[in-house]
Every structure is written in structure tokens, then in C-alpha cells.
């Protein structure tokens, strides 16, 4: 099984410890994982498990329409191999990933989110000391839309490096002020789109300044 999707259920956690116990060798085939419509979801899975652990060919995490979902995963989580991120319509989700979780994103290509009301920050602090470096080498598409709470893709003083990202897709954000507080490179990106279209954008020379001048 290389595909899994989970829709229409009304449990709190996706992988409690008896299913993992049981499935472990199934879990670990899976690359694409889809949840959708699981309103009473809590949390995929508990953090004393280690399912992440389980799950290193994990591709594409597609998370929707879950809206007691708190987080994707547990603090300490990692997805060395997942490609491609996209969460919409979880009510309840405050951020996408902690600081430590993101330092393992490095095959990370894509990043959406989108209709998730209170998120205020894209990658929150796990606990690490400010001032510390986050790559993700491999982003190259980040699409931020619909985020009503939203103020920075990160609060915490993190050098953010993007080496490979060319397009940034912010629509619907009134909120956000700016991108993050610490060292930002993006050395690839001339533009940051207002519209899915690309039909309208702007760019000041540097992702921090064009936010911070623009009304989105």
C-alpha cells in the first residue's frame, strides 16, 4: 500500500498505539498520506509513539477539512523524504510545523495552507535557542492563502534560508507584517504573487520589505 486516505470518520486519533503495533510494515510502505473530513480528529498520532519513525517514505501529507486538529505531528517529528505539504480548512491548527520538525523538510518541494482561520505562524518554536539556522533546501513553491490570524511565516529569531525558491503565492492575509524577525535568504525569488493568477505581485528586492509594503 503506497497510498492511504482517511475520510468521514470521527475518531480523535488517527494511529493509536494498537493499530501501530499492529501495522507496522504497512505503515511503512505508505508515501502518500490524504485526510480529509475527519471533524473530531485530535491528533494523527500520539508523540510517545515516534509514528514518524514509521512513516520515512512519507512523500505527500494532504490534510483537510480536520477542524479539531491541534497539530500535524508531535514536537520532535521528522519527514526526511515528504516532497510535498498541503493542509486547507483545519479550524483548530495554530501552526503547521515546529522549528525542529522544518530542519528535516529537506526534500521538501511544495508547501500550501490555506482556509485555516487561527494559524499565526507557518513554523513555530520547538524549544530551540533564537538565532538558530532553518534550510529548506528544496522549497520551491509556498502558497499562503485565506490565513485571517496570520502574522509571520515565523515569530522566533531563525535564520531562514530558501536557496530554491522561486515563487511565493500570498493571497488573503491581512494580518501578516512580516516574513520573519531574523536573517532571511531567498536568492532565487523575484516576486511574491497577490493572486493565483500571477496577474498581480510585487518585489522591493528582499521578501521581508516587500510583505512589510505591501496590503495584502
Known amino acids: 500500500m ?6 468521514g470518520g470521527y475518531f480523535k486519533e488517527l494511529f493509536p498505539c494498537q493499530l501501530v503495533d499492529e501495522e507496522e510494515h504497512t505503515l511503512a ?3 502518500c ?15 510517545d ?3 514518524d519513525q514509521l512513516l520515512q517514505n512519507l512523500e505527500t501529507l494532504q490534510v483537510s477539512y480536520c477542524d479539531s486538529l491541534i ?10 523524504n515528504l516532497t510535498a505539504l498541503h493542509v486547507w480548512n483545519c479550524k483548530a491548527l495554530k501552526y503547521l510545523v515546529t522549528s525542529s520538525t522544518a530542519r528535516s523538510l529537506v526534500q521538501l518541494s511544495v508547501m500550501s495552507i490555506r482556509e485555516c482561520e487561527v ?5 513555530a518554536s520547538s524549544g530551540d535557542e533564537a538565532g538558530n539556522e532553518i534550510i529548506f533546501r528544496k522549497l520551491g513553491s509556498l502558497k499562503l492563502d485565506c490565513l485571517a490570524s496570520l502574522t509571520s511565516f515565523c515569530s522566533v529569531n531563525f535564520t531562514f534560508r530558501f536557496p530554491c525558491l522561486t515563487e511565493v503565492i ?8 512580516t ?8 536568492p532565487r525569488l523575484q516576486k511574491v504573487w497577490l493572486s493565483e493568477e500571477k496577474d498581480k505581485g510585487d518585489w522591493k528586492g528582499d521578501l521581508n520589505i516587500t510583505i512589510q509594503q505591501l496590503h495584502i
Do not use: H, Y
Open 2 to 7: 503506497e497510498t492511504l486516505v482517511v475520510t
Open 29 to 31: 510502505r505508505i508515501r
Open 33 to 47: 498520506l490524504k485526510l480529509w473530513n475527519l471533524p473530531d480528529l485530535e491528533k494523527i498520532w500520539n508523540q
Open 49 to 51: 509513539l515516534r509514528v
Open 71 to 80: 497539530n500535524l505531528a508531535p514536537s520532535a517529528s521528522t519527514f526526511g
Open 119 to 123: 494559524v499565526t505562524e507557518i513554523v
Open 170 to 177: 500570498m493571497t488573503n492575509c491581512p494580518k501578516i507584517k
Open 179 to 186: 516574513f520573519s524577525l531574523g536573517i532571511l535568504s531567498t
